[in-house]
C-alpha cells in the first residue's frame, strides 16, 4: 500500500532528527565521560603535587620534622584516596597511616580506599633548595572510582542529556507533523483537483492562498489547465457541432434533390446536376482539410527535407492568390532577403498559402497585406500582416486549435472548416518552428514564423 506524502514527510524527517538527536546524545555523553575522567586525574596529580609540597614544609632541618604539620598532612590525605608513607635519607620512618587509620576509613564507608592490585604506588623525592632530604611513597588507585557526589553530578548530566533528547524528539515530531501538513494539503487539494478532472468533473476556481511559489505556481498551473479543459470542452462541442453542420448542409440538400428527382419532381438538368456536383465538393474538401491535418499531426517527423529559396517561395504564393487579391481590390506586398533555408517544400507553400487565404478572406475591399521575411541568427522570422478584421484577445489562444473559427461558419458569410491554422502550427512544429500571432479587432492581424535555418 503506497504512503501519503503526509507519511513520507513525517517519517523523513522524524528519522532524520532521532539519527540526529541520538548521535548528539552519544557524543555529549562520550565526551562528557571522557572530560570528567580527564578533570578527575588532572585534580587527583594537582593533589598529589599540593601533598609532597605540604611534606615538605614540615620539614626544620637537621632531620628534624614538624610532627603537628605530619598529622595534618596524615589527617587530610584521608579524604583524598592517598596513603602516605615518608622515609628520611637513611631510610628511616618518618610517619606512614597506621592500619589503625585504615581501619578507621573502613568504618566511614570508604572500603575504596584498601589497597589492592589495581593501586599504584608513586615514589617522590622530597627537596629543600636542591638539598635531599627524604623519600614519600604514595599508595592511590589506578582506576579511581567515583565519590557519592560526583556520582550524583554524573546521574544529575545523564538525567538532563536524555531529558533534553526526548524533549527534543518531542519537538522534532510537532514540528515534523507542522511542515508535513503545510506541504502535503496544497499537493493534496492540487492532486484532488487533477483526479477531479481526470474524471471530467467540472473544478471550480477557489481562491488559493500560498506562500511557498513552488506550490503556488503548481496550483496556479492546474488552475490555468482546468479553465483550459473547461474551455476545450465548450470548443470540442462548438466543433462538432459546427462539423456536423458542415457535414449535414451538403448532404441535406444532396438528398433533397436526388429524392426530388428520383420522385420525378424535379426534371434531371445539366444545372441541377452541377449544383450537385457542388456539394459533393465541399464535401471532398472538407474531408481533404482533415486529412491534411491528421497527416500534418501524424507525420511530422516524415518530411522532404531540401534548400528552399524563400523569396521565390513566397513570389510562388502570392502570383496564385493574384486574382482573389485583384477582385478585392488588396494591396499585396513582399519584403524578404534572397534567403535559403533547410524545409519541405511543399509543406511550407501550404502554411504560406493557407495565411495568405486567411487574410484575403478577411481583408475588406482596398485593405493591404504584407509579408515580410529578415535573418535572426540561426533563424528565418517570416510575418504576414494584414490591415483585417482582426481577432479578439479572447479568441486568439484558440484560433490553432482544429475546427475553431473566430466566426462559425454557420454564421458567417466567409466559409470555412476552421482546419488551416490547425494545420499550419503542425507543418511549423514539424519544422521545430513556432509560430504566434497579433491582433487588434479592427485593425489587423500579424502571423509571425520562427524558423530554423537548418533542421
Known amino acids: 500500500m503506497k504512503k501519503t506524502l503526509f507519511s513520507h514527510l513525517f517519517i523523513y524527517i522524524m528519522t532524520g532528527s532521532i539519527v540526529v538527536i541520538g548521535l548528539f546524545s552519544f557524543l555529549t555523553f562520550q565526551i562528557t565521560g571522557e572530560r570528567f575522567d580527564d578533570y578527575l586525574s588532572d585534580r587527583s596529580l594537582a593533589e598529589r603535587e599540593e601533598l609532597v609540597e605540604r611534606i615538605e614544609t614540615a620539614y626544620l632541618g637537621e632531620g628534624n620534622w614538624d610532627d603537628e604539620i605530619l598529622s595534618g598532612i596524615n589527617q587530610n590525605v584521608r579524604h583524598s584516596h592517598i596513603i602516605v608513607r615518608i622515609e628520611d635519607n637513611e631510610g628511616n620512618e618518618i610517619t606512614s597511616q597506621s592500619g589503625s587509620m585504615r581501619q578507621h576509613m573502613r568504618g566511614m564507608q570508604m572500603g575504596e580506599m584498601t589497597p589492592g592490585n589495581d593501586w599504584l604506588e608513586e615514589e617522590v623525592a622530597l627537596e629543600i633548595e636542591g638539598e635531599r632530604i627524604g623519600t614519600a611513597f604514595l599508595t592511590y588507585p589506578g582506576v579511581q572510582n567515583y565519590t557519592a557526589e560526583e556520582e550524583g553530578f554524573l546521574r544529575d548530566l545523564t538525567f538532563l542529556i536524555i531529558s533534553m533528547g526526548l524533549f527534543s524528539i518531542a519537538l522534532a515530531a510537532v514540528v515534523a507533523y507542522l511542515i508535513s501538513r503545510r506541504l502535503s494539503r496544497p499537493i493534496k487539494k492540487t492532486s484532488q483537483m487533477t483526479q477531479e478532472l481526470a474524471e471530467g468533473k467540472p473544478v471550480d476556481s477557489v481562491p488559493f492562498s500560498e506562500n511557498i511559489k513552488e506550490l503556488s505556481d503548481l496550483?496556479?498551473?492546474?488552475?490555468?489547465?482546468?479553465?483550459?479543459?473547461?474551455?476545450?470542452?465548450?470548443?470540442?462541442?462548438?466543433?462538432?457541432?459546427?462539423?456536423?453542420?458542415?457535414?449535414?448542409?451538403?448532404?441535406?440538400?444532396?438528398?433533397?434533390?436526388?429524392?426530388?428527382?428520383?420522385?420525378?419532381?424535379?426534371?434531371?438538368?445539366?444545372?441541377?446536376?452541377?449544383?450537385?456536383?457542388?456539394?459533393?465538393?465541399?464535401?471532398?474538401?472538407?474531408?481533404?482539410?482533415?486529412?491534411?491535418?491528421?497527416?500534418?499531426?501524424?507525420?511530422?517527423?516524415?518530411?522532404?527535407?531540401?534548400?528552399?529559396?524563400?523569396?521565390?517561395?513566397?513570389?510562388?504564393?502570392?502570383?496564385?492568390?493574384?486574382?482573389?487579391?485583384?477582385?478585392?481590390?488588396?494591396?499585396?506586398?513582399?519584403?524578404?532577403?534572397?534567403?535559403?533555408?533547410?524545409?519541405?517544400?511543399?509543406?511550407?507553400?501550404?502554411?504560406?498559402?493557407?495565411?495568405?487565404?486567411?487574410?484575403?478572406?478577411?481583408?475588406?475591399?482596398?485593405?493591404?497585406?504584407?509579408?515580410?521575411?529578415?535573418?535572426?541568427?540561426?533563424?528565418?522570422?517570416?510575418?504576414?500582416?494584414?490591415?483585417?478584421?482582426?481577432?479578439?484577445?479572447?479568441?486568439?489562444?484558440?484560433?490553432?486549435?482544429?475546427?475553431?473559427?473566430?466566426?462559425?461558419?454557420?454564421?458567417?458569410?466567409?466559409?470555412?472548416?476552421?482546419?488551416?491554422?490547425?494545420?499550419?502550427?503542425?507543418?511549423?512544429?514539424?519544422?521545430?518552428?513556432?509560430?504566434?500571432?497579433?491582433?487588434?479587432?479592427g485593425k489587423g492581424t500579424t502571423f509571425t514564423m520562427r524558423l530554423p535555418k537548418q533542421q
Open 219 to 441: 496550483h496556479e498551473g492546474m488552475t490555468v489547465l482546468a479553465t483550459q479543459l473547461a474551455h476545450q470542452k465548450l470548443i470540442r462541442k462548438q466543433q462538432a457541432a459546427d462539423l456536423a453542420h458542415e457535414v449535414r448542409t451538403p448532404l441535406t440538400t444532396l438528398q433533397g434533390n436526388i429524392e426530388a428527382m428520383i420522385d420525378g419532381v424535379w426534371e434531371v438538368t445539366p444545372m441541377r446536376l452541377d449544383s450537385l456536383n457542388h456539394q459533393v465538393k465541399r464535401l471532398t474538401h472538407l474531408v481533404e482539410m482533415i486529412d491534411q491535418l491528421e497527416e500534418a499531426e501524424g507525420h511530422q517527423g516524415e518530411m522532404t527535407v531540401e534548400s528552399v529559396n524563400i523569396k521565390e517561395l513566397l513570389n510562388t504564393s502570392i502570383m496564385a492568390f493574384e486574382q482573389l487579391a485583384d477582385k478585392k481590390n488588396l494591396a499585396v506586398s513582399l519584403k524578404c532577403p534572397p534567403v535559403s533555408i533547410e524545409a519541405d517544400r511543399e509543406k511550407l507553400a501550404q502554411v504560406i498559402s493557407n495565411l495568405l487565404a486567411n487574410a484575403i478572406k478577411f481583408t475588406p475591399s482596398g485593405g493591404a497585406i504584407s509579408i515580410e521575411a529578415e535573418e535572426q541568427d540561426d533563424f528565418l522570422v517570416i510575418s504576414v500582416d494584414d490591415t483585417g478584421i482582426g481577432i479578439s484577445e479572447e479568441q486568439q489562444p484558440f484560433i490553432f486549435e482544429r475546427f475553431y473559427q473566430v466566426e462559425p461558419s454557420r454564421h458567417s458569410e466567409r466559409p470555412g472548416q476552421g482546419i488551416g491554422l490547425a494545420v499550419v502550427k503542425s507543418i511549423i512544429e514539424a519544422h521545430q518552428g513556432k509560430i504566434e500571432v497579433k491582433s487588434k479587432v
